[in-house]
């Protein structure tokens, strides 16, 4: 499967020119008439994509969702989500393109999962809006791309505020048009997956016959976010709302179960215990080890 890490692997591959900005781009659907492909098999990209096609034919794929709205549409995509599509050249309206690295240059999108739920959905969820509030959705894409070709400066600090305008009114329009109950058991059964999903990867992950590149850090929540082809922030937010503790700490706490099994039960020595559990260094482990119990290795396996 085809994964495109930014604006510009993406555009290359469907057939456009580079953005003018590596990770942010607005158009109208219609420039893009002729020139993109019309036909995509599925692919990933670590991009998110806001749209409204107020026309056109064909269907797109995101996540799970095999239907697509025939209306006037609003539809999104979030980093790593499989999509795919096969649409008509008659396509009007507009997207924008933001990158993870976008997102964390600014403060004002520090509760961006948070606060617009329908941008951490697994299964992303298409619908329809009434062509009443179109006109006042247009008007932020065209004040966005207004600004983006003009020639300020400080452009991007009124773009900022721009989408968080485009945000706040595309969640209006959400929750009036997507039934509350279906959402809360959508997002649950979605984040119940995660986190099953995580728990199994950190158990396995440690494993002795498991094979992990040298490259690779297991302790990161990093690591296993990549795996489940999600965003760290997404992990994190999915493991403590439902744990109460951040994806960090589960990985600790697991980390620690392993380590004073060994302590109490073998008489393996620490500093074998410390690679096996991959830590670069016994002296790394021991510090971790004490952080977290008040006692060193020794002294926990001596008093055990």
């Known amino acids: 499967m085809q994964h495109f890490k930014t604006i510009t692997e993406y555009y290359k591959a469907i057939g ?9 781009d607005i158009k109208s659907f219609e420039e893009n008439m002729g020139k993109v492909a019309s036909v995509m098999t599925p692919f990933r990209h670590e991009l998110y994509f806001i749209g409204i096609k107020v026309d056109g034919g064909g269907k797109v794929l995101l996540g799970h969702n095999t239907t697509f709205p025939k209306g006037i549409t609003v539809f999104f995509n979030s980093p790593f989500q499989i999509q795919s599509w096969d649409t008509m050249p008659d396509w009007s309206g507009y997207y924008i393109l933001i990158s993870k690295d976008f997102i964390a240059s600014s403060h004002l999108f520090d509760r961006l999962l948070d606060d617009y739920p329908f941008l951490k959905i697994e299964e992303s969820i298409p619908f329809e809006i009434n062509k009443a509030d179109v006109p006042e959705i247009l008007f932020i894409y065209e004040r966005i791309k207004e600004e983006y070709l003009g020639g300020n400066e400080d452009k991007f600090s009124f773009i900022e505020v721009y989408i968080l305008q485009l945000l706040n009114q595309l969640r209006r329009l959400f929750l009036k048009n997507i039934d509350k109950q279906t959402l809360n058991e959508q997002i649950h059964s979605a984040n119940t997956k995660i986190l099953s999903d995580f728990q199994e990867l950190i158990k396995t992950s440690f494993y002795p016959d498991t094979k992990i590149a040298a490259s690779s850090n297991i302790h990161s929540p990093s690591y296993y976010a ?23 700490r589960l990985i600790h706490n697991h980390i ?49």
Not at 16 to 24: E, G, Q, S, V
Not at 262 to 286: C, M, R, W
């Open 226 to 248: 990549d795996i489940l082809h999600i965003h760290p922030n997404h992990l994190n937010a999915v493991v403590k709302s439902i744990t109460g503790i951040t994806a960090l």
């Open 256 to 304: 620690l179960e392993l380590a004073k099994a060994e302590l109490v039960q073998t008489n393996v020595n620490v500093k074998e215990i410390a690679y096996n559990l991959h830590f670069d260094s016994p002296s790394n482990f021991g510090a971790f080890f004490k952080k977290n119990t008040g006692l060193t290795p020794v002294s926990y396996r001596k008093n055990a």
């Open 16 to 24: 456009l020119d580079a953005p003018r900005h590596p990770h942010f």
